[in-house]
């Protein structure tokens, strides 16, 4: 082998190495923190926004900075009508214009610029109106169940679990509503407790809701959950 051949294959060898034989020096992104809700605070009323007509005001949300994160999406939702919106920020506050005598929850998505995200507890809160001597409790979150589970053919009796506030800790009691069609009608129960023994057959779908009643006679539907026995 010649001094030539000898210098060409070192050569192709280096390149070699350099192209293709080296690992990666790229760093994954660090996924962002959680952010720490501040305001509106958990199970309250609030009375601090901007009145900008009799229906609506303006609520300035709050939150902790997270670690990595560039930006943040608030999701809201109206817990009387059900109905969802996301609102961005790049910074940790957001000022969202809402309905007045109306519940709400929200939470905060962090995001990086790698499109990793973190998301934060879910608080719920009451949008004063004009004063009143007692508020509509929030509507019941329902446990277990979890949406769509299914449970084996041989099952015959399935716990219904439930959590309920008021901002007044009035609340009188649940009514609970369980059929195999949608909404369901049927009332399983009236009781104070916050959860029950269902009934179930086999090869059925369940719905099912909780109404939150309070001393003064307000109430809440919660959200309708299902689950399936096979």
Same mark, same amino acid.
């Given at each position: 082998?010649?001094?030539?051949?000898?210098?060409?294959?070192?050569?192709?060898?280096?390149? /070699?190495?350099?192209? *293709?034989?080296? #690992?990666? +020096?790229? $760093?994954?992104?660090? %996924? %962002?923190?959680?952010?720490?809700?501040? /305001? %509106?605070?958990?199970?309250?009323?609030?009375?601090? &926004?901007?009145?900008?007509?009799?229906?609506?005001?303006?609520? =300035?949300?709050? !939150?902790?900075?997270?670690?990595?994160?560039?930006?943040?999406?608030? +999701?809201?939702?109206?817990?009387?009508? #059900?109905?969802?919106?996301?609102?961005?920020?790049?910074?940790?506050?957001?000022? @969202?214009?809402?309905?007045?005598?109306?519940?709400?929850?929200?939470?905060?998505?962090?995001?990086?610029? *790698? *499109?990793?995200?973190?998301?934060?507890?879910?608080?719920?809160?009451?949008?004063?109106?004009?004063?009143?001597?007692?508020? @509509?409790?929030?509507?019941?979150?329902? $446990?277990?169940?979890?949406? &769509? +589970?299914?449970?084996?053919?041989?099952?015959?009796?399935?716990?219904?679990?439930?959590?309920?506030?008021?901002?007044?800790?009035?609340?009188?009691?649940?009514?609970?509503?369980?059929?195999?069609?949608?909404? %369901?009608?049927?009332?399983?129960? +009236?009781?104070?407790?916050?959860?029950?023994?269902?009934?179930?057959?086999?090869?059925?779908?369940?719905? !099912?809701? =909780? $109404?939150?009643?309070?001393?003064? #006679?307000?109430?809440?539907?919660?959200? @309708?959950?299902?689950?399936?026995?096979?």
């Amino acid at each position: 082998m010649n001094l030539k051949t000898i210098y060409s294959l070192v050569f192709v060898s280096s390149l /070699f190495i350099s192209c *293709g034989g080296g #690992g990666s +020096t790229e $760093v994954a992104p660090t %996924p %962002p923190g959680q952010a720490t809700l501040i /305001f %509106p605070e958990q199970n309250s009323e609030c009375n601090e &926004g901007t009145k900008i007509s009799d229906t609506e005001s303006s609520v =300035v949300f709050d !939150w902790s900075d997270a670690q990595n994160a560039s930006s943040y999406e608030v +999701t809201l939702k109206n817990l009387s009508t #059900g109905t969802t919106s996301k609102h961005t920020s790049t910074s940790s506050e957001k000022a @969202i214009t809402i309905n007045r005598a109306t519940p709400y929850s929200w939470f905060v998505v962090s995001k990086n610029d *790698g *499109g990793q995200t973190s998301t934060s507890s879910t608080w719920k809160f009451y949008n004063a109106g004009e004063a009143v001597s007692s508020h @509509i409790p929030f509507p019941a979150d329902l $446990v277990k169940p979890a949406m &769509g +589970t299914s449970f084996e053919s041989s099952t015959t009796t399935v716990t219904l679990e439930w959590s309920g506030e008021d901002i007044d800790n009035d609340i009188k009691d649940y009514t609970i509503l369980m059929s195999t069609t949608t909404p %369901p009608t049927n009332t399983l129960n +009236t009781t104070s407790a916050t959860s029950i023994e269902a009934t179930v057959s086999t090869k059925n779908t369940y719905y !099912w809701r =909780v $109404v939150t009643t309070d001393n003064e #006679g307000n109430t809440s539907n919660s959200e @309708i959950f299902e689950f399936k026995i096979k």
